[in-house]
């Protein structure tokens, strides 16, 4: 008997260059096995991050058209994962979309900011409303930034301590996911990582990384995604972290070995490879 591939639904923004968004979640995924269903809140030219004047064209009505098309299929997904969302209106649609398939895991990459600042598109009511989202999320995948913002808590500037942390992946738990992981986190211990919670088992989970002096644009949504196929093929959360982080760090390391420029993304393409060995991924201690 033939078993199809699990089945997402990704509901974020198409940046035509750049490299970000549904552009890397895509191919991501479709390297570990997972069919990717895109759902674009958005088509941009390029992303927003100093590429000059884009060309955007808003998606919403798109949002709940493609449900209703999708439920007169019988389709099914084993996961709905949303990550940039431009309005208040298309929080509304993520909603209608998680409580169409309540059996779907329900990722929620809550993209709200960065560097201890929110992202010009995001309003004040909207960053209320994304906690609506968090709610019904089975995993978050915040920054630190956004992990403030969803706890209503000032920006933590400083290094966290292990108490902190597991502190902070707590309460978001409280607001309603199972599964927390925060990223990019600098320790008290002088490392950066990336932290988790599953809150099932009450454990914390730690990933080192090796850092470079670099940011690029989409490698939040390059770890969200490995992060979700590594859920869907049955990982637990620090080997799914331990292999998020992996992948991400050798793209990183790779297009920084090739000077490149930051605002073009990483070299995802000559490390795809990587993914199709599910055994690639960091060490993973408890926090």
């Known amino acids: 008997m033939n078993q199809r591939p699990a089945r997402v639904a990704a509901i974020h923004d198409l940046s035509g260059f750049g490299r970000c968004s549904l552009s890397v979640i895509l191919p991501t995924l479709s390297t570990m096995g997972v069919q990717v269903c895109p759902i674009p809140t958005a088509i941009l030219s390029s992303h927003t991050g100093g590429l000059g004047d884009v060309e955007f064209r808003d998606q919403t009505s798109f949002i709940p058209a493609s449900l209703e098309h999708y439920k007169r299929l019988g389709l099914e997904f084993e996961c709905i994962y949303t990550g940039f969302l431009g309005s208040e209106e298309q929080i509304d649609h993520c909603l209608e979309y998680f409580s169409a398939y309540p059996q779907a895991l329900a990722v929620v990459d809550p993209v709200m900011g960065d560097h201890g600042k929110a992202y010009r598109t995001?309003?004040?009511?909207?960053?209320?409303?994304?906690?609506?989202?968090?709610?019904?999320?089975?995993?978050?995948?915040?920054?630190?930034?956004?992990?403030?913002?969803?706890?209503?808590?000032?920006?933590?500037?400083?290094?966290?301590?292990?108490?902190?942390?597991?502190?902070?992946?707590?309460?978001?738990?409280?607001?309603?996911?199972?599964?927390?992981?925060?990223?990019?986190?600098?320790?008290?211990?002088?490392?950066?990582?990336?932290?988790?919670?599953?809150?099932?088992?009450?454990?914390?989970?730690?990933?080192?990384?090796?850092?470079?002096?670099?940011?690029?644009?989409?490698?939040?949504?390059?770890?969200?995604?490995?992060?979700?196929?590594?859920f869907l093929t049955g990982d637990s959360l620090p080997i799914a972290m331990g292999r998020a982080t992996y992948f991400v760090e050798r793209c990183i390391k790779t297009t920084f070995s090739y000077s490149s420029d930051p605002r073009f993304g990483v070299m995802l393409e000559r490390e795809l490879s990587v993914l199709t060995n599910s055994s690639n991924g960091k060490d993973f201690s408890l926090l």
């Open 122 to 230: 995001y309003t004040e009511p909207m960053r209320n409303r994304l906690s609506e989202l968090v709610q019904v999320a089975d995993v978050i995948t915040p920054n630190l930034t956004e992990a403030c913002m969803l706890l209503k808590i000032p920006y933590i500037s400083d290094v966290l301590t292990r108490v902190q942390a597991r502190s902070l992946l707590a309460k978001l738990s409280e607001l309603g996911p199972n599964y927390v992981v925060i990223t990019g986190v600098q320790l008290a211990t002088g490392e950066m990582a990336n932290i988790g919670y599953d809150k099932s088992n009450n454990s914390y989970w730690v990933v080192s990384c090796d850092y470079l002096p670099v940011s690029y644009p989409g490698t939040g949504d390059i770890f969200a995604s490995v992060l979700t196929g590594a």
